[in-house]
């Protein structure tokens, strides 16, 4: 078998030879490869062609992996396949629930129809390599946004990488794709990812936080404001919340579920997590306003009769029946807006919790195992923006110290 790479030109797609092109005049050229693969059962010839690379080195190597496996058997027979064609025809199918959480799913889907598809599904799937990868990561961090609201963020864009990773690579298990160009790509680095992170993070100091509590006394969500500024939990998880996880002999709750926002609509399922399954201690205040929501509760649901549907929740409407999470957030955004306070996400009542736990002085494995972090330096590393105030009293105190022990 023979083989050899070629130059073409990205605007006409004519075959090059030296550095322009002799119809256009474009210097802009893309790299491919084709190879004899002998003849059909009709006697033609057949040959394997692929286009797209880089540059000529990206273009020999595929050549010479192509030989070599043609040469051992274990070549991956040609398809006309788009990845478009793929991610939506056979690998959604097959990764749908039970194999993946619904909410993940839900969020492949998008990704594949609203970022993926648009910009490389008509690639044909054997032909994708990494410099398409790249050009689409550049693209969806300038102006990736659906609503042509600018670009994604640096962890979206990371998240996507991550699904076509996954995608890929059933590809190959699959005998689809000789290998799996994913890893070769150069997606934003986790460190963009984090900075990323931190900087969309806005906090309330202690002041302000009172102030907003105060502000939703009454409030009929006033026992979930509550909960979500005294225990750090994610609004869905507090949505998903049951009286049996509650133990106010102990003055804990336990976190087992949450109520999650699948297209819209709220569905509970079982918390992100190993590490999101955990206990939080409670104060005394919680404690308190949990007891008097479990007694108004109550009342709610004798009034209601046969209309209440029993989900054991700790917070429901009228009828038992969950809050809508995306309604929930509505509520916290007009009340911060009436309050006249720096205007914050409900997750950021999470993060506000952590910060001021930190700035305590209270040891960050204890707010990791609050939080559900997976790790501790998970934690010190999404907070960092508080370190630096807490460096200067650190060396501070340890002034003081060396000083006193001179004297």
Known sequence: ?????????TVCDRVVKGKRCTNCTSTSVSWGFIVD??????????????????????ADRALQELLASLGDGTAVPPSTVT????????????????????????????MTRLHVAPRIGAVALQELNPSHLNRMYAELLGAGRADAGGGLSVKSVRNIHMMLGK??????????????????????????AAADRRERIRVWEAE?????????????????????????????????????????????????????????????????????????DLDDDTVTVLRLRRVGQAEVRLAAGAEWEDLGL???????????PDWVGEQFRRHVKAVGLPRIRPHD????????????GVN?????????????????????????????EAATLFAAAIGSARN
């Open 167 to 192: 995608a890929l690579g059933d590809a190959v298990r699959w005998g689809l794709l000789k290998r799996n160009v994913a890893p070769l790509a150069d997606p934003p680095p986790a460190k963009a």
């Open 83 to 110: 990845v478009a064609e793929y991610l939506v025809g056979q690998w959604l199918p097959a990764v749908q629930p039970p194999n993946l959480r619904e909410s993940t799913w839900v969020e492949y889907e998008r």
């Open 364 to 392: 960050p494995k204890v707010v990791s195992e609050r939080l559900g972090h997976h790790s501790v330096a998970f934690t010190l590393d999404t907070y960092a923006h508080v370190m630096p105030g807490m460096q200067r």
């Open 349 to 360: 009542l999470r993060h506000s919790h952590a910060t001021l736990l930190l700035k305590a």
């Open 208 to 280: 302000q936080l009172a102030e907003f509590l105060e502000h939703v006394r009454g409030d009929h969500l006033f026992a979930l404001w509550v909960v979500l500024a005294m225990t750090g939990m994610r609004r869905g998880e507090a949505l998903g919340l049951r009286w049996e996880d509650v133990d106010f002999t102990e003055a804990r709750l336990s976190v087992r579920q949450a109520l999650v926002s699948i297209d819209g609509t709220p569905k509970l399922q079982t918390v992100k997590s190993r590490h999101s399954v955990r206990t939080i």
């Open 37 to 58: 693969v002998g003849k059909d059962g009709e006697g033609k010839r057949r040959q394997r062609r692929r286009t797209g690379f880089a540059t000529e080195r990206d």
């Open 314 to 324: 700790v917070f429901t409407r009228d009828d038992g029946h969950w809050q809508n």
């Open 1 to 9: 078998m023979k083989g050899s790479t070629f130059k073409r030109c």
